[in-house]
């Protein structure tokens, strides 16, 4: 290649470094040209704010507030790692929580729907009225009364005592009180050949010797 060829070269080399120089230099004017506007918009914008601030906030509180901040930072540290912790914790819980929520849902439901809530609600009314037609003295008086019934029900709850009360029940509800007439002497003493009869004296005998107990 000869001496002119290669100045040749050397010059296109050039030119196109200068061009590409030129179109770098235009776009750099058009974006001074477009973000300008913004720029002193957004400045005159914040000069605006600090001047509402003016009265509010001052340079002294900005350099309050950091020092504030730079003497608070293992506090803030210690904070951002308790809430680390709690947002674990909370992580672990949750996929337990939905099926207890769900469970809890499904039970309110099912009490719903079988008027539990409706009877709690008379339950109350009936507190209410109850509180409205009572003294406090007179409440205190039936709830002994209650708990004193509560603990002869408890005492009869004795399956031996319950057994001789649904024995008693049956007997009374087999007697025929229209069929029933009047009985004497001479009535009783024949009666007393029936082995019923016999019998229900000696339980009429050992009742009475145990109400004899009440007087002693």
């Not at 100045?7 to 230099?25: F, P, V």
């Not at 008086?141 to 004795?158: A, K, P, Q």
């Not at 001789?164 to 029933?180: F, H, N, P, Q, R």
């Amino acid at each position: 290649m000869s001496n002119d060829a290669v100045l040749l070269e050397r010059l296109d080399r050039i030119e196109q470094r200068l061009e590409r120089m030129a179109s770098s230099a235009e776009s750099s004017h058009d974006l001074h040209e477009t973000l300008a506007p913004i720029l002193k918009g957004a400045f005159v914008s914040t000069v605006a704010e600090f001047n509402t601030m003016d009265h509010k906030v001052n340079l002294d509180d900005l350099f309050a507030l950091f020092r504030r901040v730079m003497f608070s930072v293992r506090d803030i540290t210690y904070v951002l790692e308790q809430l680390e912790n709690v947002i674990d914790l909370w992580r672990t819980v949750e996929p337990m929580t939905k099926p207890l929520f769900l469970s809890s849902v499904e039970a309110f439901d099912r009490m719903e729907r079988k008027g539990a809530f409706e009877k709690l609600s008379a339950l109350g009314e009936i507190g209410s009225r109850t509180a409205e037609s009572f003294s406090a003295d007179q409440i205190r008086n039936m709830g002994e009364t209650l708990v004193f019934f509560l603990t002869v029900l408890e005492r009869i709850s004795n399956p031996e005592t319950r057994a001789v009360l649904e024995k008693l029940v049956d007997a009374m509800t087999e007697v025929d009180l229209a069929s029933v007439k009047g009985v004497g002497v001479i009535g009783m003493a024949k009666a007393m050949g029936s082995k019923d009869m016999q019998n229900g004296l000696g339980v009429a005998l050992e009742m009475v010797k145990a109400l004899g107990k009440i007087k002693a």
